[in-house]
C-alpha cells in the first residue's frame, strides 16, 4: 500500500480542541482539551484513572452529550445528536426483557426512524442480517429466548448484534464487558475482534482493564483526570489475528505494566495509599 495515500485519508472521527465542562455549583472540568483523530476501521481504546471523563468524550462522540468548547466531526460532518452512522454499548445490557432476542435485535433506532417508509423488502433484509448477527454472536438457537432467560455474556451479545444491526460506521463501547467473569470477557475479546474485521467498522471502545485496552486496540489512549485530558497514545505493536497466548508474551506484559504505571500516576492513588498507610498506623498506634 502507498503510505502516502493512507496519510491524505480524512478520518473517521475528528477531535479538536475538545472541551466539556458541567456546569453547577461546583462546575467539573470534564475535558480539556482533547485532539484525537480515529481512523476509519481503526479500533483505539480509552484507559484512564475513574473520572478522568472517558464515558464524557465517548458520550459526546455518540451525540448524547454536548461538549463546551471545540469540535466533532464523524464521518466528516459536525455531531450534533445521535445517528444512525453511530452504535452505541453500554456496560449494562440494556435489551427490552418483552420482546425475544430475535426481536430485540431486529429494533433497531434505523427500523423506528424510519417506521413509516417501511417496505416488507425492508423487513425481509433486516431479518435476514438479523438471523445473520445472531449466528456471528453464536446464539443461532436462542433467536426465541427472552432476556431474562440468557447469561450476562448471551445478553451483552445480543445487545452487540442489536448495535450492529443498522450498520453503524462507528461503535462506541463504554465497558461493554465490564460486569462479566474473566472467561466470558475472554470469548467476548474474541468476538468483538471477529466483528472489527467481519463488519469493518471503526471502534472506540472504553475499559478501565488495561489487559483488554492492549488486546483488542491498534492504539490505547490514556486519559488523566482533574482536568480530563489526554495524557499518552501507545501505538500497539500487535497485528490482526491476535490470540489469547499473547496476552503472555514479554512485550504485552512490558507494555500492560508501562500503561498501570501511567495511569497509577496520573490518578493520584500513590497519596491514597499514603493515607492508608498512615490511617493503618495510627490506628495500631491507638491499640497499644
Ligand atoms: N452529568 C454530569 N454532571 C456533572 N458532572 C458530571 C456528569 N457526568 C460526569 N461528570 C463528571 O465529569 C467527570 C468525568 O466523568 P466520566 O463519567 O466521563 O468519567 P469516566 O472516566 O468515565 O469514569 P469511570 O471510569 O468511573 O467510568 C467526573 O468528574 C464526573 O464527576
Ligand atoms: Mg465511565
Redesign the pocket.
Known amino acids: 500500500m502507498d503510505a502516502s495515500k493512507v496519510v491524505t485519508l480524512a478520518p473517521k472521527i475528528r477531535v479538536r480542541s475538545l472541551g466539556k465542562i458541567?456546569e453547577?455549583p461546583r462546575p467539573?472540568v470534564?475535558l480539556e482539551d482533547i485532539n484525537l483523530d480515529v481512523q476509519d476501521n481503526e479500533f483505539v481504546t480509552l484507559v484512564?484513572a475513574?473520572?478522568?471523563?472517558?464515558?464524557?468524550?465517548l458520550r459526546i462522540i455518540g451525540g448524547l452529550e454536548y461538549h463546551t468548547s471545540g469540535e466533532v466531526i464523524a464521518g466528516g460532518r459536525a455531531i450534533s445528536g445521535p445517528g444512525s452512522d453511530r452504535a452505541m454499548v453500554f456496560q449494562h445490557y440494556s435489551l427490552y426483557p418483552w420482546l425475544n432476542v430475535i426481536d430485540n435485535i431486529r429494533f433497531s433506532r434505523r427500523l423506528r426512524v424510519n417506521r413509516e417508509d417501511l417496505t416488507s423488502a425492508d423487513v425481509e433484509r433486516a431479518s435476514g442480517r438479523a438471523d445473520a448477527l445472531l449466528n456471528l454472536m453464536g446464539l443461532p438457537s436462542m433467536a426465541d429466548a427472552f432476556p431474562s432467560q440468557l447469561s450476562g455474556g448471551m445478553q451483552q451479545r445480543v445487545a452487540i448484534a442489536r448495535a450492529l444491526m443498522p450498520r453503524p460506521e462507528i461503535l462506541l463501547m463504554d465497558?461493554p464487558f465490564g460486569a462479566l467473569d474473566a472467561q466470558t470477557r475472554e470469548v467476548m475479546h474474541d468476538l468483538i475482534l471477529h466483528v472489527f474485521r467481519l463488519e469493518k467498522s471503526t471502534i472506540v471502545f472504553?475499559t478501565?482493564d488495561v489487559e483488554e485496552a492492549i488486546y483488542l486496540g491498534q492504539r490505547v489512549v490514556l486519559?488523566a483526570?482533574r482536568p480530563?485530558r489526554i495524557d499518552t497514545v501507545y501505538k500497539v505493536p500487535f497485528g490482526a489475528g491476535r490470540r489469547q497466548e499473547l496476552k503472555h508474551t514479554r512485550e504485552f506484559l512490558d507494555m500492560k505494566k508501562e500503561i498501570l504505571e501511567r495511569i497509577r500516576e496520573t490518578s493520584g492513588m500513590k497519596t491514597d495509599t499514603d493515607l492508608l498507610e498512615r490511617m493503618s498506623r495510627a490506628a495500631g498506634q491507638g491499640e497499644e
Do not use: D, Q, R
Open positions: 458541567f453547577g467539573v470534564a484512564g475513574s473520572g478522568c471523563g472517558k464515558s464524557t468524550l465497558e472504553v478501565h486519559l483526570p480530563g
